[in-house]
């Protein structure tokens, strides 16, 4: 197939399709390589990038998609149901974030982290695609294990599951609660700054009373002009 044909096709298949579209799924159909296709969708890319173009292709993980470019949002939004798009409640959120930084994480794990039932949270993100079932662990019991979807990827900006911030990095106190290495970083170096100053006013201190010790008193009978 011919340079300009195949990218007209790959165009018009994102676009008809709605979704991510793997490039395995894409060779299959079209029985090019998958260089052959990567060449054809950065030339799109570049294409799209032209200032006034409304669309861009957004990479995720092994796939592409079609969509509207984010400064258009406020001019699209209105014309979208506000019940088409998820909304988040603050423990959902906490289940979202356990998942993505642990792939496979069942629901055991989830509750333990989090210390509270997580049964609702898990059926809304499944509903909204935002995660779904990986399998069941190798346990007793077999409990079914959870990842995020690239719907996840899409909603936060991301190119793949390693895009995530990486999260600070953590140990147990002698009470066996968490304690940011960050954290007691920036407390040890508060609790240095303040010793430090404790120190000067001690040595300042000493230095004046040594000055008082040395000054000689004033002779009776003497008057000073």
Sequence with gaps: MEKEKLKGVIEAILFA???VVKIRELMSLLEVNSDEIISSIAEL???????????????????????????YHEYIYPMISKGAKPTLSQASLEVLSIIAYNSRATKVDV?????????????RLLEYNLIEQAGKADLPGKPMTYRVTDEFLKMFGLKSIKDLPELPKYKLDSNRQIV?????????????????KENNYKVNENNNSKKDEEAPEPQEGNDTK
Aim: hydrophobic share 25%.
């Design 45 to 71: 890319e570049q294409e799209y990038s032209l200032v006034g173009r409304g669309l861009e292709i957004v990479r995720v993980e092994d796939g592409y998609q079609l969509a509207s470019k984010k400064e």
């Design 17 to 19: 399709s709605g979704r």
């Design 111 to 123: 509750d333990t982290i989090r210390g509270v039932d997580s049964s609702a949270s898990i059926y």
């Design 180 to 196: 940011i290495d960050e954290l007691e970083k920036e407390e040890n170096i508060d609790e240095n700054t303040d010793k430090s």
